[in-house]
C-alpha cells in the first residue's frame, strides 16, 4: 500500500528512520510533494500538514499521527469527511509523561524553585516539609495517559481527582469526575492542575481565569495537552495575584515559543520545548501497518478517532 509522509514543520523520512523500512514489503513510502494528484496514496502519515495537503490524495482512506494529538491533523481543511483519523497509543509514552508530570508535582510540593534560589545565594535553610497526602493533584482528561499518571501519582501518595467528558469508573483511592459541572467540584479541592486534554472545540482555552480561580490560592499548573487549551495573560495575572505559585508549561499556542514571550524569563514558569513525552518510533510504525492492513481489508483502522468528537 502506497503512504505519502505530509509534514511542514518536520522531515518525517528522517524522524521515521530506519523503521519505517522494515515494513517496505507492505507499505510503499512516498514523499509529500506539492503538484499533481496521486491516486495511488490509500494512506499517508502526517504532522501539521499543509493546507492543501490532501487534496493530492483522492483516494486516501486513512491519515496516521505521529503521536497521542491529532488536532493538527484535524484542522487541515483539506482533510475530507470520511477519512480516518488514527492516533497513536504507546503504553512507554504514558510513562514517559507519568515521570515528567510527576518531576513537577513534586518540584511544588517540596518547593525545589525555592531551593535553586536559595543554592544560588548560598542560603542553607530548611523549608518546612509538606507531605503528598496534603496536597490534591486534579488531572484533565482521563484517557491513555491521564490514567497512568493518576495512578503513578496517587501510588507516590498524592490524593488524585480525575476528570473526563463522559463518566469513568476510577479504582479508589483515585476520584473520578466528569461534565462541567463535575469540574467546578473538582477544582474547589484542587491544588495542583495537570493538562492532559486533547485539542477540541469544546476544550480550547479552557485553562483561563475563571478556572484557575476556583483552585485553591497559591495553586500549580503543568500544562501538558496543547498551547491553545491555555489563555496565557490569565496564566500571567494569576500568578501575578499570587492565586497560582507556578506553572510547567511544555506545549504552546506557537511553537517554538516566540524569543520575546513573558513565559521564557517568568520567574514562577519553567518552560519546556514540547518534550513531555514521545511515543517510540516502533510503536508509529506498528500503528501503520495496523491501518495499511485495516484498509486492505476493508476493515476501520485501529486507534481510528471519532471525528465527530474530535478525539
Ligand atoms: P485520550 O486517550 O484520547 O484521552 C482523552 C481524555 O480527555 C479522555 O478521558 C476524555 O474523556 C477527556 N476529554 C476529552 N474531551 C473532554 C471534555 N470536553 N471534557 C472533559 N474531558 C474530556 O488522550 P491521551 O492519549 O490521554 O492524550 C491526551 C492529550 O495529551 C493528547 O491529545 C495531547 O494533546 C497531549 N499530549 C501531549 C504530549 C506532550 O509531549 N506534551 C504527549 C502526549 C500527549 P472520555 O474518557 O470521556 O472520552
Ligand atoms: C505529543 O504531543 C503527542 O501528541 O504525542
Not at 505530509?6 to 522531515?11: A, C, G, H, I
Not at 496521486?38 to 483522492?58: C, K, N, S
Not at 525555592?114 to 542560603?123: A, E, K, S, V, W
Request: net charge negative.
Amino acid at each position: 500500500m502506497r503512504c505519502a509522509l505530509v509534514s511542514r514543520t518536520l522531515d518525517l523520512r528522517g524522524y521515521l528512520g530506519a523503521e519505517i523500512g522494515r515494513f517496505a514489503d507492505r507499505i510503499e513510502i512516498v514523499d509529500h510533494r506539492s503538484d499533481g494528484k496521486d491516486a495511488d496514496v490509500r494512506l499517508a502519515v502526517a504532522w501539521h500538514p499543509p493546507d492543501d495537503a490532501f487534496e493530492r490524495y483522492p483516494n486516501l482512506q486513512a491519515v496516521c499521527s505521529i503521536g497521542a494529538g491529532v488536532d493538527n491533523i484535524i484542522a487541515c481543511p483539506s482533510l475530507r469527511p470520511g477519512i480516518e483519523v488514527v492516533r497513536v497509543v504507546d503504553p512507554a509514552q504514558a510513562q514517559m509523561m507519568s515521570g515528567f508530570v510527576a518531576w513537577h508535582v513534586i518540584g511544588h510540593q517540596r518547593r525545589f524553585a525555592t531551593y535553586l534560589g536559595q543554592q544560588r545565594d548560598r542560603i542553607w535553610q530548611r523549608l518546612s516539609q509538606r507531605h503528598a497526602q496534603d496536597v490534591p493533584v486534579a488531572i484533565l482528561g482521563y484517557g491513555e495517559i491521564g490514567q497512568r499518571v493518576a495512578a503513578d501519582l496517587s501510588q507516590l501518595g498524592f490524593p488524585v481527582l480525575v476528570w473526563s467528558r463522559t463518566a469513568k469508573p476510577a479504582p479508589p483511592p483515585i476520584r473520578g469526575f466528569h461534565g462541567p459541572s463535575g469540574l467546578a467540584a473538582m477544582l474547589d479541592e484542587t491544588e495542583v492542575l495537570v493538562n492532559l486534554l486533547p485539542l477540541t472545540q469544546e476544550t480550547e482555552g479552557i485553562l483561563n481565569r475563571e478556572l484557575f480561580n476556583r483552585m485553591r490560592r497559591g495553586g500549580y499548573l503543568v500544562q501538558v495537552g496543547r498551547g491553545e487549551h491555555l489563555v496565557d495573560e490569565d496564566l500571567l495575572a494569576a500568578l501575578e495575584s499570587g492565586q497560582l505559585d507556578g506553572a510547567a508549561l511544555d506545549v504552546f499556542a506557537t511553537e517554538p515559543l516566540a524569543p520575546a514571550h513573558p513565559f521564557w524569563r517568568h520567574p514562577k514558569i519553567v518552560v519546556t520545548p514540547h518534550d513531555a513525552s514521545d511515543v517510540r518510533i516502533e510503536a508509529v510504525a506498528a500503528t501503520l501497518v495496523a491501518a495499511a492492513d485495516a484498509i486492505g481489508a476493508g476493515q476501520r483502522p485501529p486507534y481510528a478517532i471519532d471525528r465527530n468528537r474530535g478525539y
